[in-house]
């Protein structure tokens, strides 16, 4: 088993960033690939980033490519999400979430263990 604890969501204005943190206890965080997903109300659960259990390779949504940047500190078993020039369309709860196999992916349902999400409200 692995829990996951998300923190760092907040309210901010539209260019501002926000830096979200998901640490995880419980099994050995270094074989775990990460990734982050977002649920905006009433719109279904979409990836936005996701990172290799190394930390080479990154992957990203097209909707925040450019802004947002995943990176993993495996020592302190975190996972980041640095959020810049942040529009109100990105408001929603951030969850992050692990995967066992060690390999970026942008499906949700290969990811076996979820955060409780953080809620991230970017306003005008």
């Known amino acids: 088993q692995v829990q996951l604890v998300e923190s760092g969501g907040g309210l901010v204005q539209a260019g501002g960033s926000l830096r979200l943190s998901c640490v995880a206890s419980?099994?050995?965080?270094?074989?775990?690939?990460m990734g982050w997903f977002r649920q905006a109300p009433g719109k279904e659960r979409e990836f936005v980033a996701a990172i290799s259990w190394s930390g080479g390779r990154t992957g990203y949504a097209d909707s925040v490519k450019g802004r947002f940047t995943i990176s993993r500190d495996n020592a302190k078993n975190t996972v980041y999400l640095q959020m810049n020039s942040l529009k109100p369309e990105d408001t929603a709860i951030y969850y992050c979430?692990?995967?066992?196999?060690?390999?970026?992916?942008?499906?949700?349902?290969?990811?076996?263990?979820w955060g409780q999400g953080t809620q991230v409200t970017v306003s005008t």
């Open positions: 419980g099994r050995t965080f270094s074989n775990y690939a």
């Open positions: 979430a692990a995967d066992q196999f060690g390999t970026i992916s942008t499906t949700k349902g290969v990811y076996e263990y």
